[in-house]
């Protein structure tokens, strides 16, 4: 995975990128740091991954994700910063920033949160997944008529989606591969007209699937 670090502090980025770098698939490919700096690299660099901070001079990390997506769709931005204020995470989301992660988080953490980006997971701390999921919940509304095409099969993995799983754990729960998890996520997708596993988490909990309190 070729990542592009997006901070003002060179301090932080440069062990950040030291981090990664010992990991042996990652590699970080540039480093900017501003937002008008981040698109130009990214428009040079191509990354797969965009690694990139809320508050910087010049170019904030909101305004360059919608600037950086507008240029290159297929690149994927994930926000980390410090910052866990509800209009920065929503903003930075709305803007097509696919995951949201808080500096004060394990290195070991990280990784395991950025290898999930593989698999289609969408990388959130748990506090921060929660706000979302109410969030969507007041907004996310498919067709009742939609909901029953889905399968037995898809309404298990919609469940388990909803009480915070990974693919890989779902995977497990239900003796099945994770491709095949992956599948039944994209077709319930497609079905109920949601963009993301956050939208069927909140519709889940919403209509009921799940308790919302429940525990894995």
């Known amino acids: 995975m070729r990542i592009l670090l997006v901070d003002d502090h060179i301090l932080f980025r440069k ?24 698109l130009d690299k990214a428009r040079e660099l ?30 994927v931005i994930v926000m980390l910063t410090v910052s866990d204020d509800d209009q920065d995470l929503f903003a930075a ?20 949160q950025l290898r999930g980006l ?4 969408a990388p959130l701390s748990r506090l921060l997944a929660s706000r979302i999921l109410n969030e969507f919940s007041r907004t996310a509304a498919p067709d009742a008529a939609c909901e029953r095409e889905l399968t037995a099969r898809e309404r298990q993995v919609l469940q388990h989606v909803a009480l915070g799983l990974t693919n890989r754990e779902i995977a497990e729960k239900l003796v099945l591969s994770e ?18 596993r956050v939208q069927a988490a909140a519709y889940a909990l919403r209509e009921g699937l799940v308790p919302i309190h429940s525990d894995k």
């Open 179 to 196: 491709n095949t998890v992956k599948n039944h996520l994209r077709n319930i997708l497609a079905k109920l007209h949601l963009e993301n």
């Open 46 to 75: 191509m990354p797969d991954l965009i690694l990139m901070d809320i508050n910087m001079p010049g170019c904030d990390g909101r305004e360059a994700t919608r600037l950086i997506k507008q240029a290159l769709p297929y690149v």
């Open 15 to 38: 062990g950040l990128a030291q981090l990664l770098n010992s990991q042996p698939d990652f590699q970080v490919v540039g480093e900017a740091g501003d937002g008008f700096k981040a």
């Open 118 to 121: 593989a698999r289609g997971e």
């Open 93 to 112: 989301l709305k803007n097509g920033a696919q995951g949201y992660l808080l500096k004060k988080m394990d290195p070991e953490d990280l990784f395991a």
